[in-house]
């Protein structure tokens, strides 16, 4: 495995490359920790060049008191909150394996620190807003003291190879209503649409293959201040009932992002995956359509008006104000509006 190298970002010094040991007597050291069923390290390298580091003031309009002597950072107001931040940006990243981040911290040993860390592409300016990665920690270092910080960075959805978010009905669904009007899939990521029919696939209990029509249409997911996600959303309009016990959902490898990558939908596993689920149908029913649902007579069917409590896979979680799933900030630790927070508890950025 190779080594780490260690890129010193000080709040107090000069910004060096490849020492072996800490350089300053108190200091954070940022170990960049991808998750590996979202991306491996080599997808990373594949696209983040450089990595800006921006550190929250500890205290209000903290950082505004440091002179130009105290330290390479920028500072300025980078998420609008009316205080100033100090931002770090890396050399280019060389090697197989993403380096570790050593801060100076000086005077502010003993105060918590926020930092949020940016995975820049190549020729991208030192601006949050075109960064490919995500991630963040919270550290207090007491003086004389070198602490490594354990920091979840990962690519953002766009940046990773599509896969399903959302499906509805949802994986393991019982009595589905046998004249449901249609099945939903939700994408990850906006997707070409000319690489999207004939990967989608539906059967029934005796692998025989169900007849619907697919219906394509972009959306855009935002939370917060931050940039709208683009998302491709798959409507599969049955063109029959569904007289049998359950039905199967596949979605082959095959569809390709506006990025130009390939559908995976388990990456840590070698190989482009599918993406596979099941859901059990009703042979009757009882007095219309079952709860959740309701009656559209046009069409004669039973059209869902769930919530994304359940339709959810895995990596995301329902936020039932925007009636959608989206990823789990705890993925990254932080938000991509750096005005919010990351709820431990939910998952959700508020």
Not at 74 to 103: H, K, M, Q, T
Not at 178 to 198: E, I, K, R
Not at 220 to 244: K, M, N, S, Y
Request: hydrophobic content about 45%; proline content about 8%.
């Amino acid at each position: 495995m190779a080594r780490s190298p260690l890129l010193f970002l000080p709040i107090a010094g000069t910004a060096l490359l490849g020492a072996a040991c800490p350089l300053f007597p108190t200091a954070l050291q940022l170990v960049l920790t991808p998750n590996p069923e979202l991306n491996a390290v080599g997808d990373l390298l594949g696209q983040v060049e450089r990595v800006q580091v921006i550190v929250e003031a500890p205290a209000a309009g903290g950082w505004q008191d440091l002179s130009g002597e105290d330290g390479d950072g920028e500072r300025a107001d980078w998420d609008g909150d009316g205080e100033n931040e100090v931002s770090f940006v890396s050399p280019a990243i060389a090697g197989s394996a993403l380096p570790v981040l050593e801060i100076g911290v000086g005077r502010y040993a003993g105060q918590a620190l926020e930092l949020r860390v940016y995975g820049l592409p190549k020729e991208a300016a030192a601006d949050p807003d075109q960064a490919v990665a995500l991630g963040g920690a919270s550290a207090t270092c007491a003086s004389g003291q070198v602490q490594r910080v354990a920091v979840p960075f990962n690519l953002k959805a766009a940046a990773r190879p599509p896969r399903v978010a959302e499906v509805f009905p949802f994986a393991g669904a019982t009595n589905i209503p046998y004249n449901l009007y249609a099945v939903t899939v939700v994408f990850s990521t906006a997707l070409d649409h000319q690489t999207v029919p004939g990967a989608i696939l539906l059967s029934d209990s005796q692998a025989s293959p169900v007849a619907f029509h697919a219906e394509l249409r972009d959306i855009d997911l935002a939370i917060g201040d931050a940039a709208a996600e683009p998302r491709t959303v798959a409507e599969l309009i049955l063109d029959q009932v569904l007289d049998f016990s359950y039905a199967d959902l596949r979605v082959e490898p095959g569809p390709v992002s506006r990025a130009g990558l390939g559908f995976d939908q388990v990456p840590e596993e070698p190989g482009a995956q599918p993406f596979l689920s099941r859901f059990g149908i009703a042979a009757e029913l009882q007095g219309g359509c079952p709860e959740g649902y309701r009656f559209d007579p046009q069409n004669a069917a039973c059209v869902a008006e769930m919530g994304c409590a359940s339709s959810c896979t895995a990596g995301y979680v329902c936020d039932a104000e925007a009636q959608r799933c989206v990823e789990d900030c705890r993925l990254y630790r932080v938000c991509a509006d750096p005005q919010l927070s990351c709820s431990d508890e939910s998952g959700l950025c508020g």
